[in-house]
């Protein structure tokens, strides 16, 4: 299994009630615990919202942050 294959080897709860959250370094997914839109900042530096995200599914994208902006998802995990 390649890194690029690997399942997640850490995790972060995302917070971004007051502010936008950066991340030390790129994620691999988020969990979604509660259904809503997330709004990050992609790897390569584009802003994109995620809209009609359900509750329980994986969003498998490569962000840099989360944005305080656009986000309305809740309980969303950070998987690195």
């Given at each position: ?16 009630s007051s502010a936008d959250q950066a991340f030390s370094r790129p994620t691999r997914a ?51």
């Amino acid at each position: 299994m390649t890194k690029e294959t690997q399942s997640a080897t850490g995790a972060v709860a995302v917070d971004v009630s007051s502010a936008d959250q950066a991340f030390s370094r790129p994620t691999r997914a988020f969990y979604i615990g509660g259904a809503g839109n997330l709004a990050v900042t992609m790897d390569e530096g584009v802003n994109v919202t995620f809209s009609g995200l359900t509750a329980g599914m994986i969003l498998p994208v490569q962000a840099s942050a989360a944005l305080n902006s656009g986000t309305t998802a809740t309980n969303v995990v950070a998987l690195f």
